[in-house]
């Protein structure tokens, strides 16, 4: 089973900020967060992972509680093509344990 | 750099036939994994190779299912015998080495192999 808990959807006006959160209370002291997302059937693309400082690249910034059990991953000026399913991820990067995601509906 | 590559994109099997699934990681990559995914769910783990080598194969179903990545040529994912049940896709997922000051490790995903068992 996942180690992590998403809301199922979300919706997002096309410009604004999309916050996707993500549970992990029993995540590990090494764990690390991981984002994907899969559009469509194509296979899941990476997005950022982060362990326990805020962080931040060109596609994302993904923001983990000072305690490590949740986190926030922000797409800041999301557009049509952001529409997809979200997964959070935590562990050390070996067999991915996914769950259902978030699938997040940017809308015109 | 190109990315993961894995063929045939789209696979039809009649039930009872063989499947191969090849998956050609990214270059530098020296670790390969595979999931599979059934309609409507989420990616499943299936095994985690290197070159040579089977790391951990939990995810496998323990009949008709073998994988392997040798060390010359793209990794194989083999299913024997194929029921209807099998019909999914197949994602293939490439990663560096890890160790030293990397600590963690971001798999990068191929297009996948949609496999449809009449």
């Known amino acids: 089973d996942a180690k992590t808990t998403q809301p199922p959807s979300m919706d997002c006006a096309e410009g604004r900020a999309a916050n996707l959160p993500c549970n992990h209370s029993t995540i590990s002291g090494n764990e690390y967060v991981y984002w994907y997302r899969q559009i469509h059937s194509q296979g899941p693309q990476y997005i950022i992972h982060?362990?326990?400082n805020n962080e931040t690249n060109e596609m994302a910034s993904l923001i983990i509680t000072e305690d490590r059990k949740s986190s926030t991953l922000i797409l800041p000026h999301a557009t049509l093509r952001d529409t997809a399913v979200y997964y959070c991820i935590v562990g050390y990067g070996q067999n991915f344990v996914f769950g259902p995601g978030t699938r997040l509906s940017v809308l015109p | 750099n190109a990315g993961v590559m894995q063929n045939p994109r789209h696979l039809v099997r009649r039930r009872g036939q063989e499947a191969r699934l090849r998956c050609s990681p990214m270059?530098?990559?020296?670790?390969v994994y595979w999931y599979r995914q059934l309609p409507e769910e989420g990616l499943k783990f299936m095994v985690y190779l290197q070159k040579e080598n089977i790391i951990d194969e939990s995810g496998m179903p323990k009949e008709r299912f073998s994988a392997e990545f040798p060390k010359e040529g793209p990794s194989i994912l083999r299913i024997q015998q194929v029921v209807r049940g099998d019909s999914a896709a197949y994602f293939c997922?490439?990663?560096?080495?890890?160790?030293?000051?990397?600590?963690?490790?971001?798999?990068?995903f191929g297009p996948g192999t949609r496999l449809t068992v009449l």
């Open positions: 982060g362990l326990k």
């Open positions: 270059k530098g990559h020296s670790h």
């Open positions: 997922a490439s990663s560096p080495e890890i160790g030293g000051e990397r600590s963690y490790n971001e798999q990068f």
